[in-house]
């Protein structure tokens, strides 16, 4: 490949706290959400919390043990290094921090795991990035307080964010707020913390809580550019490009709607106020945002750069019969014909992360940043020609080198790309459907969706493959 990656290019990989580290009651911490979604996750989309949220955890929830990364984060970093990682995006499970999340004083032990786990990554030159809130919100605000719903979240949240921007000031340069921040228009409990059931929840409820997690985003970057002008806070938003399923003008305008539901979050965090066609939207559904005193001020408070996940594409539609072939699918939208799916159901359309790059650079000439890419797929163990245990999985690396080749194509086009991590570098539990079964790692995990598992770690084909591209900055794609 021809393109030039810029020399700084942050190559890495990316995980969240409640997908791998387990320690799920270790030294202080609280239940967290997650804590408490049942084997089968909370499907694709996340759908309702009702019955999920009044129990306490379960053995056979995924997550409590995760691939318990609490204990062995050391040898995985070290894998990390070995691979060539120049960045690890990583979260801070809410809470270890603040196990019930509305204390004043955070919990020492918590803290200090994530001091020795940011050590360990710069023992090896890894500059981590920190996702604050990764679908982790403490159960109690989930209980108590119906999530973001509550406007009491918005200093809940800045408490915390002040606690570890303080804490990690000298360890921690990159910064994301909240994981898919728009991911609450589809699943409003895992994103939002919210426990009113979706078919239950008001798009006025629903608004309001959208409009206290902006807030509270906008006013920890402030306090973190206080903390440390160095910070690089970014915002993080589930992108997918939402294409016209015909030329024809209404399908036109449809994509365009759905797709001005999703940008509104970048577009707040980008330029610092509601953009017309939103409030066109909320005038129109009826709903009042309760703006407080100060927080057309607060929004004003802009960051420093714009990351997103990428899986897929959909199309939209505005012939109720077609769009009834979307239903069920992962955040809906109508199926392309031009495109295969993953085993999950998920398009994959590598030529739609150039589009996006372009998009994102043409409508915010901010630097932005690829936090999440992968695919999850089954994987199968077998012995290597070396005689030790490895996957061959060509598919893994013929997506990712395909996206990166993308990658690559924006950067000619001349967009600013800060870096790429991998989503799901060493196997993890999925978000969507709590499996460990749906794979993304170059590294393997042991251990199984019925629990069993030695929990060692092998390298899979993709690691050498991945090492190889980072060595070389991207030629060998
Ligand atoms: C993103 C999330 O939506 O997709 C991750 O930020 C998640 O937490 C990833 O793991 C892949 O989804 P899944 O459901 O396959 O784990």
Redesign the pocket.
Known sequence: MTTQFPENFLWGGAV?AN?LEGGYNADGKGFSIQDVTPKGGIGQGGHDADPLITQDPTEDNMKLIGIDFYNRYKEDVKLFAEMGFKVFRTSIAWSRIFPKGDEAEPNEAGLQFYDDLFDECRKYGIEPLVTIS??ETPLHLSREYDGWVNRKLVDFYVNYATTVFKRYKDKVKYWLTF??IN?ILEAPFMSGGISTPKKELSKQDLYQAIHHELVASAKTVKIGHEINPDFQIGCMV?SMPIYPLTPNPDDVIQAMESDHKNMAFADIHVRGAYPGYMKRYLRENNITIKFEEGDEEALKHTVDFVSF?Y?MSICETADPEQKKRGEGNLLGGVPNPHLQASE?GWQIDPKGLRYVLNYFWDRYQKPLFIV?NGL?AVDELIEGANGEKTVEDDYRINYLNDHLVQVGEAIEDGVEVMGYTT??CIDLV????AQLK?RYGFIYVDRHDDGSGTLERYKKKSFNWYKEVIATNGKSL
């Open positions: 969240a997908q990764h679908y994981n898919e991911s589930l996940s899986y999950w999440e999850g989503w799901g999925s978000a969507s459907t749906k």
